[in-house]
């Protein structure tokens, strides 16, 4: 599929050499830390050695002080307090977190994990029944709740009270819970909007901390649940999440708690962990749980405290995963075939349903067609008499905000920008196609619909060597706000090295003008591959990243695209 190249700005010379001159590094370098709003000798500190230190008062956030308060009487009067969570990885890892550390410091605690298929998302009714009958009189609920109104003053006439902590976007009326800890809130002046949801349950127990005169140092040996959290939320990789992911993946490479060590083990993860691991190792297998099962078992296994439990548990999750890709590959085979004959190439969107397909991977499945079509998409199956969806989007397109257009013929929804989920009748899905195609037909740009690639800076291959790529792996993280950076260098040739791997991964070594070859692949590209064997010029934009075989380390080039000079 053609992708547009898109380039960010270039900084001006001045403040680049500025830049450059504080900290002692090159123009390239400095222009990539300008461009991430890093731009003074303090900025540049903070970024590369990122302190939990700067972490944010927790108190800033709207409600703070109501939610510690109702949870510190919660503790000394002896109630039963549950932990609610969904059955994502957010939720399944927030979960984790408040238990897991609450539970040190107070015993009357367990959890509740919703069912994806007899409750669905987010608190229910089901759920606040099985609190009241097993008598609990406060709920925290992570990664949901900011939408639940009815559910919520349901609990109350019960005698139940919500403490909730979600980052989803508030609907137009908040529920009436003891506290509503949400940064998008919009009457919350909490400076950093883009938390995980473990991130907001986090904050609570920070918050605690202070108020209890508890040292943060035990509460920060669980940061990586939140590193995990936040690479399988997709949240930017910025401001407070940065600092959090950052010591998060020092705890997963240095001394994971037993039950990610099974889940790292199992996944196959030789080298060390980095954000985007985490989201295609281990996040699809902690997620298999709730798809294929129940979302309990996923924080069973990451609460294990020693490893036969702990492997025997990632062993059983891993089974789990291998059905999902199963149910992955057989529906989405079925939903290409579905775009083929049954919708217009000329479509602006794509909208699915068909009975019997699995709800735990109808998301994955949605991503997939976005692989292969490049428009927003949805795709339903039937649940409890209702037409349940999940939805994803293309890079600029809102498709919480183009669902929202379409509320009257929904039951439920919500979600982020780029991801969703929804509920309807059965009897409204086809006026629902209708209507969203219009939607995004009249809000989506020409442009959106073509993938696009975000190319960081133009450099020479003379310049990379292992000082330069030293000082751009300082730059991780790597996630959305802080993507890995592109590179483009133009009118290089391959130096008659190249071939396929397998029919289908193009291996060659580029230069240019005959010097400075270095190695270089580009999965699943063998299309170009006659032309480069030609000896035909080419631009071509890619990551630098370090590869090891048999005990050698070298640099090469990680190819993203490739297009010819003529």
Known sequence: MEKRWVFKHVPPALEVESLSKAININASLSSLLIQRGITTFEDARDFFRPS???LHNPYLMKDMDKAVSRLKQAMVNGEKILIYGDYDVDGTTSVTLVYGFLSKHYSQLDFYIPDRYKEGYGI???????????????????????????????????????????????????????????????????????????????????????????????????????????????????????????????????????????????????????????????????????????????????????????????????????????????????????????????????????NGWHKGVI????????????????????????????????????????????????????????????????????AFQERFEQVVSCDIREEDLIPKLDVDLKIELS????????????????????????????????????RLLKDQHLKLRVSQDGFNAIDAIGFNMAEPFYRISKGEPFNICYHIYENEFNGKKSLQLFIKDIKFVN
């Not at 749980?289 to 702990?310: C, M, N, S, Y």
């Not at 991503?367 to 890079?395: F, Q, W």
């Open 363 to 430: 998301g994955i499945v949605a991503s997939r067609c976005i692989e292969k079509y490049y428009r927003p998409t949805i795709i339903l199956t039937e649940n409890n008499g209702m037409a349940t969806g999940s939805a994803r989007s293309v890079d600029g397109f809102d498709v919480y905000e183009a669902i929202a257009k379409c509320s009257d013929l929904l039951e439920q929804f919500g979600g982020h920008t780029y991801a969703a989920g929804l509920t309807m009748k059965l009897e409204n899905i086809k």
């Open 124 to 354: 229910s009714k089901t759920g606040i029944n099985w609190a009241k009958e097993n008598g609990f009189s406060l709920i925290i609920s992570l990664d949901c709740g900011i939408k639940s109104v009815n559910e919520i003053a349901y609990a109350t006439e019960l005698g139940i009270d919500f403490i909730i902590c979600d980052h989803h976007k508030p609907g137009d009326a908040l529920p009436a819970a003891c506290a509503v800890l949400d940064p998008k809130r919009a009457d919350c002046a909490y400076p950093y909007k883009e938390l995980s949801g473990c991130g907001v349950g986090f904050k609570l127990l920070q918050a605690l901390c202070s108020s209890l005169e508890l040292s943060d140092e035990e509460l920060f040996t669980f940061l990586d649940l939140l590193a995990v959290s936040i690479a399988s939320d997709i949240v930017p990789i910025t401001g407070e999440n940065r600092i959090l992911a950052y010591h998060g993946l020092k705890i997963l490479n240095n001394a994971p708690r037993p039950g990610m060590k099974a889940l790292i083990d199992i996944s196959g993860i030789s080298k060390e962990l980095t954000i985007n691991s985490i989201v295609f190792g281990l996040a699809p297998r902690i997620n298999a749980a709730g798809r294929i099962a129940h979302a309990k078992h996923a924080v069973q296994l990451l609460i294990a405290r020693d490893k036969d439990e702990a492997d025997f548990l990632a062993e059983k999750i891993n089974e789990k995963n291998k059905v999902r890709k199963d149910y992955d590959l057989n529906i989405t085979d079925e939903a290409i075939r579905m775009i083929e004959e049954e919708i217009s190439s000329d479509s602006k969107s794509t909208v699915l349903f068909k």
């Open 463 to 498: 310049q990379i060597n292992q000082k330069f790529y030293n000082i751009l792996k300082q730059l991780a993280p790597f996630g959305p706000g802080n993507m890995d950076p592109v590179f483009l260098s133009e009118n290089v040739r391959d130096d008659g090295s190249a």
């Open 52 to 54: 939990l230190k700067n």
